[in-house]
């Protein structure tokens, strides 16, 4: 079943996550099945959720693990994914924005696997990303001719924080071996290592690409400084 964007944005920002899933799953018995279990997983915050290679192929939807924190692990689904364009130093840039859903009311926003908002987080959440130059993880880090370097603004609550600078330096490290649903895939590791100035702060990203295509498999991202960590794990890719 298809939703119009309209109805489902209005039932996000009324917090009707879950319906917006029960509709999504209508006239598929699978669908339905599998989402009544995550559903159940997800009061139970003691259990990382599986969901079997079969039950995520047999899916129409795209989804992915997320762990925010030190939670469980939920199963996401993705929701609608809307073309955005982004003004940079070099013109427009036109993106792909994904919002990816859980049955306990999370939504996350990716652009090429970067985590770029937040709703739902009792942590806290990532309001936006703000910047003049391309992303080198949606730009392809693995060609040679893309920058190693990038600066963005988070805005981010609590704490009323606005237009913070964020510098990146990216290092290859290689190929590494991820297991994805029990099943071994080779990746090449990206560590992202971020400063904060004004708050006199440094952590680190890590993204796991694919050799061929360059595209996030898998990453581990702080949302911005005092906020959780989040790890996902694509298990049907968009597209």
Known sequence: MNLPI???????????????????SAGCSQTTSLLGRTVSDAWDNSNDVFV??????????ASM?????????????LAFADKITHRTQNGLVS?????????DKKMLV????????????REGELLNVNTASKDPISDGLL???????WTRYLDWQPGNHFAV?????????????????????????????????????????????????????????HLAPG????????????G
């Open 52 to 61: 079997s290679q079969a039950d995520v192929d047999a899916l129409p939807y």
């Open 165 to 221: 600078r964020v510098d990146s330096t990216f290092e290859n490290r290689g190929s590494t071996l991820i297991s994805v649903n029990d099943k071994p895939v080779n990746t090449i590791h990206i560590v992202e290592h971020v400063r904060v100035k004004s708050l006199d702060l440094q952590y680190s990203n890590d993204f796991w690409l694919s050799p061929d295509s360059g595209d996030v498999l898998a990453s581990r991202q």
């Open 110 to 121: 990716t652009e090429s696997g970067r985590l770029t908002r937040t709703h739902g987080l």
């Open 6 to 24: 309209s109805t489902i944005r209005s039932l996000i920002r009324t917090k009707h996550i879950f319906y917006v899933l029960l509709m999504m």
């Open 227 to 238: 906020l959780p960590e989040i790890k996902m794990t694509i298990l049907k890719p968009f």
């Open 65 to 77: 693990y997320a762990k925010v924190g030190d939670g469980a692990r939920a199963f996401v689904v």
């Open 95 to 103: 993106k792909t924005e994904l919002s990816w859903l859980s049955a």
């Open 143 to 149: 060609l040679k001719t893309t920058p190693n370097h």
